[in-house]
């Protein structure tokens, strides 16, 4: 950060000044005239809260997208079909079980196996040929968009909250003062979305000191760049490849269980998150799990505030900040170092 000040004084004094300005808008109460111009205080900080966390989903299924496709080079368009059949299977143990936690494991376990299979039968097949890559799990995403459509049909499903999650929690966010006693109003927020938003939190930072931390992650990042090399030092790189593939394709089953949890599964869902998955490792940088992180946070606020603001111009938004991102820096707004 000092360096970035020092090299760019006029850009940082105006993030720094940008930065001022958020925290007053979210802590401050606001005065008659700026909730004229822009609408309820409580509405802006549902958007901003609603941005942040649907940005923590788009991470989770993102986050194993880059692992797959920003490491190891491998292009699966299958990825979104394996949030969905995550979903699914997580729906499944929850309304059998009962268990909310537990359906988060099974979907791991299952969604893994088959990114295994899809490892091994198809991707090690294929090294280095991404046209065939392509190809091959688009025909996969669609075989599978239709096995779970005859299994599961049309309909919308949803996944309970279990009851220690249900209701709101009272944040210490002033969305206003009462005309009638004066005293401030605050924000109340679904428990659920805050320990999602947490929990994507913890797995970031997780996965992020497990890549450049440990041995591991120096492994698949050997590999990544030299993998014969690599592998004539005596590395099993391919045992390494599949354990990446199935954690990339498991963490995307955990995020089909999240999605259907405080939003719905429904045909079309393993489009819409592949598309976004693909627009925040641009955004982001490919490879990079911080950078993974600011795409999804700035296509989550991005989506919701134009739902809220600008409802007719919501999707511009999204593909109006990967164009900027594409036209002013590639490489992504955190590339991964080499």
């Not at 089953?253 to 949890?261: E, F, L, R, Y």
Request: glycine share 10%.
């Amino acid at each position: 950060m000092i360096r970035y000040a020092e090299r760019h004084p006029i850009l940082a004094a105006v993030w720094v000044l940008l930065a001022a300005v958020l925290l007053w808008a979210i802590f401050a109460p606001w005065p008659e005239w700026l909730e004229d111009a822009v609408g309820a205080k409580r509405i802006f900080l549902n958007a901003l809260f609603n941005g942040i966390t649907l940005g923590a989903l788009y991470f989770l299924v993102a986050s194993g997208f880059t692992l797959i496709f920003g490491l190891m080079r491998n292009v699966n368009l299958a990825h979104g079909s394996l949030y969905m059949l995550g979903g699914y299977i997580g729906y499944e143990v929850a309304t059998l079980t009962g268990w909310w936690l537990l359906s988060f494991v099974v979907a791991f376990v299952v969604v893994a196996a088959v990114g295994v299979v899809l490892q091994v039968a198809v991707f090690r097949r294929m090294e280095g040929q991404d046209l065939k890559q392509t190809l091959v799990t688009i025909g996969i995403s669609v075989v599978l968009a239709d096995l779970m459509l005859w299994t599961w049909g049309g309909d919308f499903y949803n996944i309970e909250t279990p009851l220690w999650l249900t209701g709101p929690v009272e944040l210490p966010l002033v969305t206003g003062i009462s005309r009638r006693t004066g005293e401030y109003l605050y924000l109340n927020y679904p428990v659920v979305r805050l320990v999602i938003l947490i929990a994507a939190i913890a797995i970031g930072v997780a996965m992020w000191l497990a890549l450049n931390r440990t041995r591991i992650g120096m492994l698949i990042r050997a590999g990544v760049d030299d993998r014969e090399i690599l592998a004539a030092s005596g590395v099993r790189i391919q045992r390494v490849f599949v354990l990446v593939f199935a954690f990339g394709a498991g963490l995307a089953g955990i995020a089909g269980v999240i999605g259907g949890t405080f939003q719905s599964l429904a045909p079309g869902e393993d489009i819409r998150f592949l598309l976004a998955s693909l627009v925040v490792v641009i955004v982001g940088g490919m490879g990079s799990i911080p950078g993974a992180a600011l795409g999804a946070l700035l296509i989550g606020l991005a989506e919701q505030f134009g739902s809220v603001y600008a409802p007719t111009y919501a999707i511009v938004f999204t593909f109006l900040i990967m164009v900027l991102v594409l036209a002013f820096r590639p490489q992504g707004l955190i590339a991964m170092r080499r």
